[in-house]
Every structure is written in structure tokens, then in C-alpha cells.
């Protein structure tokens, strides 16, 4: 569990953790198991915990909306106190379809560049830098 000590807080600072996955199809199965897949490898490779999180917004796509992926997250443990918005992601001509984005904030007390940033599926081609990264 990440918790500040007397005398840490000077380590920790607010970070942005970004991630995305891909689904092959708009149901509620689909969504499901992608959101839980994404908020696993998120879990699975950084020093975060709920308590930690400011917020998280997720973002779909247009051809997105079988589910809301907050509701997904809401779910799991913890993840009912933190604060969750879904929106739309911006359509643009030639963007990846049927993807599912997170921008979160936390307290991290690890240097930016040791943030893993969970791009999954078909969308580790959005940022191939970080796709990179999983351990």
C-alpha cells in the first residue's frame, strides 16, 4: 500500500499515467474484459494505489457504447472511492477505431520516466515509446 509518511511528501508529486487497449467488437463482454485487462497491467506494474488516485478519466471512442468503462472500474476493489468520468474521445479522420483511453492522476513518489503507461492491444501503436515498457 502507498501511503505518505512524515517527512516523504517532499517525493511525492501529482503524475499523469496514460493508457489505451482495443476492442474487436461494441458489447458490454468486450468492454469489459479490455477495461479489466488495462486497469490489471496498470495495477500490475506501478507502486499506485486507490488511495493515491486524484481522478481517472476514461475515453471511448464514437463506436463505443455498450458500457460506460467507469462503471467497469467501479467495480473493483477500492476503485469505488476514486473519482471516475467517462467522455467521448474526439472523432478525427483516420484515428484508431474501437478504443478505450484512461488519463489518471495520483500521488506517485517514482520519477516520471518509471511510470508504466499500459497501451495494449491494438492501441500500442498509439505510442509506441511507452508500449514498449511492459515488464
Excluded at 34 to 50: F, G, R, Y
Aim: charged share 20%; aromatic share 6%.
Amino acid at each position: 500500500m502507498v501511503t505518505m509518511e512524515q517527512g516523504e511528501i517532499g517525493r511525492w508529486r501529482v503524475r499523469a499515467i496514460r493508457g489505451a487497449t482495443t476492442v474487436t467488437e461494441n458489447s458490454v463482454t468486450a468492454i469489459e474484459d479490455a477495461v479489466t485487462e488495462l486497469i490489471d497491467a496498470l495495477e500490475d506494474n506501478n507502486p499506485l494505489t486507490t488511495d493515491a488516485m486524484i481522478s481517472v478519466t476514461f475515453s471511448v471512442t464514437t463506436d463505443l457504447d455498450a458500457v460506460f468503462p467507469a462503471a467497469i472500474a467501479r467495480q473493483r476493489s477500492g476503485w469505488d472511492t476514486v473519482p471516475l468520468l467517462d467522455v467521448q474521445h474526439m472523432q478525427v479522420a483516420g484515428s484508431l477505431p474501437m478504443c478505450i483511453r484512461f488519463l489518471i492522476h495520483a500521488y506517485m513518489a517514482i520519477p516520471k520516466a518509471d511510470i508504466y503507461h499500459p497501451y495494449l492491444r491494438g492501441a500500442s501503436g498509439l505510442r509506441p515509446d511507452w508500449a514498449s515498457l511492459t515488464t
